[in-house]
């Protein structure tokens, strides 16, 4: 339906022209510093990683202002368009959005609109986008995030979008705390065959000092807060060895073939869960 609408052959060639007044901003001003970063390196006034750094930055900076003025003319599209004057009248222009991309922060405007019929009120461009109301940060940019703070903190999580976006470990810890996925166990070409294999089990209390937002925490009938999370960890591997060696004096024990299974599981089913997953390891690899 969407494409019916902008995508006329006269309408993709305004969209493309749009895009010329960055290239042509890129071209003003940002060539021109680089010229001036240039002779300052062969001044010996700057690294060639500095040069490298600002080309890498600028080139970030273009691409985030080229999308930007592209989603400005879809939304000017979408304004002309005989079908959206039948069905939806305009309620606000220039309405400010910010979305955090792989690029960079993508700052454009866009026209709100009223249902003739329903009386609703919408931002087209965000739906053709698939951008949700509150939303703040594309799909790609939360991949980058979450890919990293798998491995990090929080806070080196919040640093992975290149140029200019900066995000709090608040918002990372968001984005991890509500992604749920199952990664998928790649079958090895063939199964280990062992004698033995070792599995630890166990659990810990974690006190959480706020569910949501400070100050949520309920309390018992004694007046002690309710605050206690239950990690469980198993930890599967194959053998202990020494990796000092017979003849050292001081050895250091190493498992090998481990592999970890860990997160919050609330009730027997959730339990049930857990060693399902297991299951399911050891069926896979052995």
């Known amino acids: 339906m969407w494409y019916d609408w902008i995508c006329e052959k006269r309408s993709q060639q ?15 001003n940002d060539i021109k510093e680089i010229e001036n970063l240039v002779a300052a390196m062969l001044k010996g006034n700057k690294e060639p990683h500095d040069l490298s750094q600002d080309i890498h930055d600028r080139m970030l900076g273009l691409g985030a202002r080229l999308i930007a003025e592209l989603y400005e003319k879809i939304d000017d599209e979408i304004r002309e368009s005989l079908i959206r004057k039948k069905k939806w009248n305009i309620e606000q222009r ?6 955090l991309d792989i690029l960079g922060p993508i700052r454009f405007r866009r026209t709100g609109y009223r249902d003739k019929k329903t009386g609703k009120f919408v931002y087209l461009l ?10 703040r940060i594309t799909l790609g940019a939360a991949a980058c995030i979450l890919e990293e703070a798998v491995q990090t903190s929080y806070a080196k999580g919040g640093q992975t979008i290149p140029l200019m976006g900066q995000v709090s470990k608040q918002t990372v810890k968001r984005l ?21 294999l070792h599995i630890v089990a166990d659990e810990d209390h974690v006190a959480a000092q706020f569910w949501n937002q400070k100050g949520d925490l309920g309390k018992d009938s004694r007046g002690n807060k309710i605050n206690t999370i239950m990690p469980k960890l198993i930890c599967l591997y194959e053998d202990v060895v020494d990796e000092a060696g017979e003849t050292s004096k001081s050895p250091r024990h190493k498992l090998t073939g481990k592999h970890y299974f860990c997160g919050i599981y609330k009730g027997q089913e959730a339990n049930k869960r857990l060693w399902e997953e297991v299951r399911d390891y050891i069926d896979t690899y052995y």
């Open 176 to 196: 991890v705390h509500d992604t749920e996925a199952q990664l998928p166990v790649a079958p090895p070409a063939e199964k280990k065959r062992l004698e033995y």
């Open 14 to 28: 305004r969209t493309v022209l749009s895009m010329y007044n960055s290239i042509l901003h890129f071209i003003e």
């Open 94 to 99: 220039n309405e400010s959005k910010e979305l």
């Open 126 to 135: 965000d739906e053709i986008l698939g951008i949700e109301g509150h939303q």
